[in-house]
Protein backbone atom coordinates (compact mmCIF):
# COMPACT_ATOMS: atom_id res chain seq x y z
CA UNK A 1 0.00 0.00 0.00
CA UNK A 2 0.96 3.61 -0.57
CA UNK A 3 1.78 5.68 1.91
CA UNK A 4 -1.20 7.73 3.51
CA UNK A 5 -0.01 10.74 2.73
CA UNK A 6 0.55 10.22 -1.08
CA UNK A 7 -2.22 11.79 -2.97
CA UNK A 8 -3.10 12.50 -6.39
CA UNK A 9 -6.48 14.38 -5.91
CA UNK A 10 -6.94 16.97 -8.55
CA UNK A 11 -4.90 15.15 -10.94
CA UNK A 12 -5.77 13.64 -14.28
CA UNK A 13 -4.44 9.77 -15.76
CA UNK A 14 -3.92 8.74 -19.08
CA UNK A 15 -3.57 4.49 -19.21
CA UNK A 16 -3.44 2.62 -22.32
CA UNK A 17 -4.79 -0.97 -22.68
CA UNK A 18 -6.15 0.29 -19.07
CA UNK A 19 -9.33 -2.08 -19.32
CA UNK A 20 -7.62 -5.54 -17.91
CA UNK A 21 -4.46 -7.03 -16.39
CA UNK A 22 -1.62 -4.17 -15.49
CA UNK A 23 -3.58 -1.62 -16.92
CA UNK A 24 -6.62 -2.11 -15.27
CA UNK A 25 -5.10 -2.54 -12.09
CA UNK A 26 -2.54 0.74 -12.40
CA UNK A 27 -6.10 2.47 -12.83
CA UNK A 28 -7.43 1.27 -9.74
CA UNK A 29 -4.45 1.72 -7.95
CA UNK A 30 -4.15 5.56 -9.46
CA UNK A 31 -7.84 6.18 -8.55
CA UNK A 32 -7.39 4.76 -5.12
CA UNK A 33 -4.86 7.72 -4.53
CA UNK A 34 -7.49 10.41 -6.24
CA UNK A 35 -6.85 10.48 -9.54
CA UNK A 36 -9.50 11.07 -12.22
CA UNK A 37 -8.94 8.64 -14.39
CA UNK A 38 -8.92 8.47 -18.90
CA UNK A 39 -8.90 4.68 -19.68
CA UNK A 40 -7.72 3.75 -23.34
CA UNK A 41 -8.56 0.64 -25.15
CA UNK A 42 -8.59 -0.61 -28.84
CA UNK A 43 -11.41 -2.96 -29.63
CA UNK A 44 -14.75 -3.14 -29.44
CA UNK A 45 -14.50 -5.97 -27.27
CA UNK A 46 -13.08 -3.59 -24.40
CA UNK A 47 -16.40 -1.33 -24.13
CA UNK A 48 -18.06 -3.25 -21.68
CA UNK A 49 -15.01 -3.73 -19.54
CA UNK A 50 -14.31 -0.03 -19.52
CA UNK A 51 -17.97 0.44 -19.15
CA UNK A 52 -17.60 -1.37 -16.29
CA UNK A 53 -14.48 0.11 -14.44
CA UNK A 54 -15.58 3.45 -15.11
CA UNK A 55 -18.74 2.48 -13.00
CA UNK A 56 -16.60 0.79 -10.34
CA UNK A 57 -13.92 3.50 -9.95
CA UNK A 58 -16.66 6.25 -9.51
CA UNK A 59 -18.50 3.65 -6.49
CA UNK A 60 -15.58 2.44 -5.10
CA UNK A 61 -12.96 5.71 -5.41
CA UNK A 62 -15.27 8.83 -5.78
CA UNK A 63 -13.16 9.85 -9.16
CA UNK A 64 -14.20 10.76 -12.45
CA UNK A 65 -13.43 8.79 -15.64
CA UNK A 66 -14.12 8.13 -18.99
CA UNK A 67 -12.77 5.70 -21.48
CA UNK A 68 -11.56 6.74 -25.09
CA UNK A 69 -11.09 3.90 -28.05
CA UNK A 70 -8.79 4.52 -30.77
CA UNK A 71 -5.51 2.90 -32.60
CA UNK A 72 -2.55 5.24 -31.16
CA UNK A 73 -0.58 4.06 -34.11
CA UNK A 74 -2.55 6.37 -36.05
CA UNK A 75 -1.73 10.33 -35.22
CA UNK A 76 -5.39 11.42 -35.37
CA UNK A 77 -6.32 8.70 -32.33
CA UNK A 78 -3.64 9.25 -30.66
CA UNK A 79 -4.16 13.49 -30.71
CA UNK A 80 -7.59 13.46 -29.56
CA UNK A 81 -6.85 10.64 -26.61
CA UNK A 82 -4.93 13.48 -25.07
CA UNK A 83 -7.32 16.51 -26.71
CA UNK A 84 -10.39 14.72 -25.15
CA UNK A 85 -8.47 14.28 -21.90
CA UNK A 86 -7.96 18.35 -21.39
CA UNK A 87 -11.67 18.93 -22.26
CA UNK A 88 -12.79 17.10 -19.66
CA UNK A 89 -10.01 17.64 -16.79
CA UNK A 90 -8.38 20.06 -18.06
CA UNK A 91 -5.14 18.96 -18.95
CA UNK A 92 -2.64 15.56 -18.09
CA UNK A 93 -0.55 14.79 -14.90
CA UNK A 94 0.14 11.66 -15.32
CA UNK A 95 0.57 9.23 -18.57
CA UNK A 96 1.24 5.96 -18.88
CA UNK A 97 1.46 3.25 -21.78
CA UNK A 98 0.87 -0.17 -21.28
CA UNK A 99 -0.49 -0.86 -24.98
CA UNK A 100 1.82 -3.24 -26.65
CA UNK A 101 1.50 -7.29 -28.25
CA UNK A 102 4.00 -10.09 -28.03
CA UNK A 103 4.45 -12.54 -30.67
CA UNK A 104 7.07 -15.60 -30.34
CA UNK A 105 8.73 -17.01 -33.61
CA UNK A 106 11.86 -17.35 -35.41
CA UNK A 107 13.28 -14.39 -37.07
CA UNK A 108 13.15 -16.71 -40.55
CA UNK A 109 9.85 -17.35 -40.35
CA UNK A 110 8.31 -13.75 -39.31
CA UNK A 111 5.98 -12.26 -42.41
CA UNK A 112 6.39 -8.76 -43.34
CA UNK A 113 2.43 -8.39 -42.61
CA UNK A 114 3.79 -9.51 -38.55
CA UNK A 115 6.91 -6.99 -38.76
CA UNK A 116 4.12 -4.33 -39.41
CA UNK A 117 1.91 -5.07 -37.04
CA UNK A 118 4.46 -5.94 -34.16
CA UNK A 119 6.23 -2.35 -34.55
CA UNK A 120 2.82 -0.42 -35.29
CA UNK A 121 1.35 -1.74 -32.05
CA UNK A 122 4.92 -1.31 -30.31
CA UNK A 123 6.93 1.16 -31.21
CA UNK A 124 4.84 3.37 -33.71
CA UNK A 125 1.69 3.47 -31.16
CA UNK A 126 4.10 4.68 -28.41
CA UNK A 127 5.99 6.93 -30.39
CA UNK A 128 2.73 9.06 -30.83
CA UNK A 129 1.62 8.58 -27.41
CA UNK A 130 5.39 9.82 -26.42
CA UNK A 131 4.87 12.84 -28.95
CA UNK A 132 1.10 14.13 -27.48
CA UNK A 133 2.29 12.93 -24.09
CA UNK A 134 5.25 15.58 -24.53
CA UNK A 135 2.82 18.30 -25.67
CA UNK A 136 -0.17 17.94 -23.10
CA UNK A 137 1.80 16.80 -20.12
CA UNK A 138 1.52 19.53 -17.44
CA UNK A 139 4.67 21.21 -15.91
CA UNK A 140 5.59 18.91 -12.65
CA UNK A 141 3.97 15.71 -14.77
CA UNK A 142 5.49 11.97 -15.11
CA UNK A 143 4.97 9.68 -18.34
CA UNK A 144 5.75 6.00 -17.85
CA UNK A 145 6.28 3.33 -20.99
CA UNK A 146 5.76 -0.33 -20.32
CA UNK A 147 8.44 -1.84 -22.22
CA UNK A 148 10.03 -5.61 -21.19
CA UNK A 149 12.93 -7.14 -19.37
CA UNK A 150 13.83 -9.30 -22.71
CA UNK A 151 15.46 -6.14 -24.08
CA UNK A 152 18.35 -7.73 -21.94
CA UNK A 153 17.63 -11.32 -22.48
CA UNK A 154 20.21 -13.37 -25.21
CA UNK A 155 16.94 -15.89 -25.86
CA UNK A 156 15.61 -17.39 -28.89
CA UNK A 157 11.92 -16.93 -31.00
CA UNK A 158 11.66 -12.98 -29.46
CA UNK A 159 13.45 -11.01 -31.97
CA UNK A 160 10.43 -9.27 -33.47
CA UNK A 161 9.08 -8.54 -29.67
CA UNK A 162 12.75 -7.44 -28.43
CA UNK A 163 13.34 -5.28 -31.60
CA UNK A 164 9.61 -3.49 -31.45
CA UNK A 165 10.32 -2.70 -27.94
CA UNK A 166 13.85 -1.69 -28.27
CA UNK A 167 13.29 2.05 -29.93
CA UNK A 168 10.98 2.57 -26.94
CA UNK A 169 13.59 3.15 -24.72
CA UNK A 170 15.36 5.91 -26.69
CA UNK A 171 12.46 7.41 -27.10
CA UNK A 172 11.35 7.76 -23.95
CA UNK A 173 15.45 8.94 -22.48
CA UNK A 174 15.36 11.87 -25.11
CA UNK A 175 11.76 12.79 -24.36
CA UNK A 176 12.98 12.83 -20.20
CA UNK A 177 15.71 15.32 -21.75
CA UNK A 178 13.29 17.29 -23.84
CA UNK A 179 11.42 17.48 -20.81
CA UNK A 180 13.39 18.61 -18.36
CA UNK A 181 12.34 22.14 -18.42
CA UNK A 182 8.42 21.65 -17.39
CA UNK A 183 9.64 19.24 -14.64
CA UNK A 184 8.18 16.09 -15.98
CA UNK A 185 10.19 13.26 -15.11
CA UNK A 186 9.65 10.42 -18.09
CA UNK A 187 10.90 6.00 -17.97
CA UNK A 188 10.32 2.76 -18.79
CA UNK A 189 9.18 -0.56 -16.80
CA UNK A 190 10.43 -3.51 -17.71
CA UNK A 191 8.63 -6.12 -16.19
CA UNK A 192 9.85 -10.00 -16.44
CA UNK A 193 7.66 -12.99 -17.61
CA UNK A 194 4.23 -12.17 -16.31
CA UNK A 195 1.42 -13.91 -14.96
CA UNK A 196 -1.23 -12.83 -17.20
CA UNK A 197 -3.19 -14.12 -21.23
CA UNK A 198 -0.36 -11.74 -22.12
CA UNK A 199 2.49 -14.67 -22.09
CA UNK A 200 0.23 -17.86 -22.27
CA UNK A 201 -0.71 -17.72 -25.50
CA UNK A 202 3.33 -17.43 -26.77
CA UNK A 203 4.55 -20.16 -24.25
CA UNK A 204 4.46 -23.58 -23.42
CA UNK A 205 4.13 -25.63 -19.72
CA UNK A 206 7.80 -26.49 -19.57
CA UNK A 207 9.02 -22.72 -20.76
CA UNK A 208 6.28 -21.41 -18.60
CA UNK A 209 8.34 -23.88 -15.71
CA UNK A 210 11.45 -22.71 -16.71
CA UNK A 211 10.88 -18.88 -16.49
CA UNK A 212 9.15 -19.61 -12.96
CA UNK A 213 12.68 -20.96 -12.20
CA UNK A 214 14.16 -18.23 -13.10
CA UNK A 215 12.84 -15.50 -10.89
CA UNK A 216 12.82 -14.99 -6.73
CA UNK A 217 10.51 -17.32 -5.09
CA UNK A 218 10.54 -19.46 -7.78
CA UNK A 219 7.89 -17.48 -9.33
CA UNK A 220 6.64 -15.59 -12.63
CA UNK A 221 6.09 -11.73 -12.24
CA UNK A 222 2.60 -10.30 -10.64
CA UNK A 223 0.85 -7.70 -11.52
CA UNK A 224 0.78 -6.85 -7.88
CA UNK A 225 4.85 -6.33 -8.25
CA UNK A 226 4.51 -3.45 -11.64
CA UNK A 227 1.92 -1.40 -10.05
CA UNK A 228 3.72 -0.24 -6.78
CA UNK A 229 6.76 0.96 -9.28
CA UNK A 230 4.38 2.57 -11.88
CA UNK A 231 2.82 4.55 -8.72
CA UNK A 232 6.19 5.28 -7.31
CA UNK A 233 7.70 7.28 -10.37
CA UNK A 234 4.66 9.03 -10.57
CA UNK A 235 4.69 10.11 -7.13
CA UNK A 236 7.45 10.34 -4.85
CA UNK A 237 10.10 8.72 -7.19
CA UNK A 238 9.67 11.74 -9.42
CA UNK A 239 13.58 12.60 -9.38
CA UNK A 240 14.17 9.13 -11.03
CA UNK A 241 14.28 10.44 -14.92
CA UNK A 242 15.33 8.62 -18.22
CA UNK A 243 15.66 5.54 -16.41
CA UNK A 244 14.59 1.63 -17.49
CA UNK A 245 13.98 -0.09 -14.26
CA UNK A 246 14.27 -3.68 -14.60
CA UNK A 247 11.33 -5.27 -12.95
CA UNK A 248 12.13 -9.26 -13.41
CA UNK A 249 12.62 -10.87 -10.13
CA UNK A 250 16.09 -11.83 -11.37
CA UNK A 251 14.88 -12.99 -14.65
CA UNK A 252 17.39 -10.69 -16.59
CA UNK A 253 19.56 -8.20 -15.16
CA UNK A 254 20.53 -5.10 -17.05
Known amino acids: MAPLNISLEGKTAIVTGGTKNLGAETVKELARLGANIVIAFHSDSEQSQASSLIESLKSEYGVDSIAVQGDLAKEEDAKKLFEEAKAKFGGVDIAINNAGMVLKKPIAKVTTAEYDTMFDINSKASFQFLKFASQYINDGGSIVMLVTSLLAAYCDGYGIYQGAKAPVEYFTKTSSKELHSKGVNVNCVAPGPMDTPFLYGQETDESVAFFKTMGLGGRLTE ?24 ASGGFTAH
Do not use: A
Request: glycine residues 8%.
Open 223 to 246: VEDIVPIVRFLVTEGHWITGQTIY
